[in-house]
């Protein structure tokens, strides 16, 4: 039972890993000569995995394709989308949210003990608008990057992308902790 939950927090962490580090294993794949059908086989096996671990059917598709694509048309043009395809469905995650329950109030609903007030609504609706708009610029210039140079694709999806993510992760979580006055941290 330990070594099983060891073993679950394990692959969980390097899977973490592989994805962040994703524009940097291509990067170096691809400066190796590494063939990209190659490439796209281990992205199939990290595809395969999310779906184990996650279940879920639109991502497998959308991965699944983007593999399909990579191994046969034996194209770099389609490893470099991969985190475009992330960015845009993390920003529809978000917009689609919008049409019930936003996602920042999802997660504010589960991290205070009450019910929210009225202002704490209002907030988490501008502020899952704000990460889906946010989201929404960064898959552009994901898509912009594609067609640079793969220093600049790495660069910026690898590096620019997160630091900006955790610019507004900070700016949002300090705009909560003065509009929330539930212990929302």
């Known amino acids: ?56 059917k639109y991502m497998l598709t959308l991965g699944l394709t983007l593999c399909f694509c990579v191994i046969f048309f034996n194209q770099e043009i389609f490893l470099k989308l991969y985190p475009v395809l992330m960015n845009a469905c993390v920003c529809g995650i978000f917009a689609l949210s919008l049409r019930k329950t936003p996602v920042i109030t999802q997660i504010a609903q589960k991290m205070c003990q009450k019910p929210l007030e009225k202002h704490q609504l209002i907030y988490t609706k501008h502020a899952t608008q704000a990460w889906a708009t946010f989201m ?6 994901s898509f912009i990057t594609v067609f640079l140079s793969n220093k600049i694709w790495t660069i910026y999806n690898g590096f620019i992308s997160y630091v900006l993510i955790g610019i507004m992760m900070l700016c949002e979580y300090t705009i909560r902790k003065r509009i929330n006055r539930c212990s929302i941290q």
């Open 1 to 56: 039972m330990l070594l099983k939950k060891l073993l679950t927090i394990i692959t969980k962490f390097l899977f973490g890993i592989f994805i962040v580090a994703y524009p940097f294993v291509v990067f170096y794949a691809l400066q190796q000569n590494i063939a990209v059908k190659f490439i796209g086989l281990v992205l199939l096996i990290a595809v395969l995995f999310s779906f184990i671990r996650n279940k879920n």
């Open 136 to 141: 929404f610029i960064n898959t552009i210039i």
